[in-house]
């Protein structure tokens, strides 16, 4: 079974300086992808940016992007000039691009960031 | 506007009895989701559906039950052998594996 470890319960960074949140995964697929969500206090889960493993391209989207070590299963998501909008729980999530696995998602344990002014 | 709608926001359930949480999509998507999320913990899966009148266990599915009758509906019955059911439920639903989950706001659930 795929695992998602996110190894920093908690990260803090100042307004509008670099923060990198940290996502390993384990997995004997080649073929799968990989989310970072957002889940700010509201508790409405929002999907941040994707990545497919078959791309060697690193996804971004604005001030987010990520660095994808395919060998290394890493997947860490980099937030460029922090906003207080921000400040969530942040979760690392691997689907397997298999039929047979239903299309579940395998979190991580979260990643709480706080943005200081 | 198209959406997954939870209802309701939040729920009391005293010992015993059986609640059923609701979550209705309209985009058209085949595969729906049921995930448990506990304070410091992430996101556990309870039962998902990739069809009409299909559906299978998650990782926690003890205590919990499931149907499928429509492809717009997904509830999610806690029953009374559920054991620590006071948590936040998440109901989700997808396109296909390459897309990521659209989420409902969520039903926090409470046994007093």
């Known amino acids: 079974a795929q695992t998602v470890t996110q190894s920093q319960p908690e990260m803090s960074v100042q307004e509008a300086e670099t923060v990198t949140l940290s996502c390993t995964y384990d997995?004997?697929?080649?073929?799968?992808?990989l989310f970072w969500y957002k889940q700010p206090p509201s508790r409405q889960m929002i999907l941040v940016i994707r990545?497919?493993?078959?791309?060697?391209q690193n996804a971004t989207e604005n001030r987010f992007s990520v660095n994808f070590q395919k060998a290394a299963k890493s997947f860490s998501l980099k937030i460029s000039d922090s906003q207080l909008g921000d400040a969530a729980m942040y979760f690392c999530?691997?689907?397997?691009?298999?039929?047979?696995?239903?299309?579940?998602?395998?979190f991580g344990e979260g990643t709480q960031l706080t943005v200081n002014p | 506007d198209g959406g997954i709608t939870q209802s309701p926001k939040y729920l009391f359930r005293k010992e015993g009895q059986n609640v059923t949480l609701s979550c209705e999509q309209n985009l058209n998507h085949d595969a729906m989701y049921w995930y448990r999320q506990d304070p410091g913990q992430g996101l556990r899966l309870i039962y998902y559906s990739q069809i009409v009148n299909d559906f299978q266990k998650g990782d926690i599915a003890e205590g919990y039950s499931v149907s499928r009758e429509k492809k717009e509906s997904f509830p999610l019955t806690v029953t009374s052998a559920q054991k620590n059911p006071t948590a936040f439920y998440l109901c989700?639903?997808?396109?296909?594996?390459?897309?990521?989950?659209?989420f409902g706001s969520g039903t926090r659930l409470t046994v007093v």
């Open positions: 997995t004997s697929e080649s073929d799968y992808y």
């Open positions: 999530a691997y689907r397997s691009a298999t039929i047979t696995s239903g299309s579940r998602l395998t």
């Open positions: 989700a639903s997808t396109l296909s594996a390459r897309y990521g989950y659209t």
């Open positions: 990545q497919e493993a078959y791309k060697q």
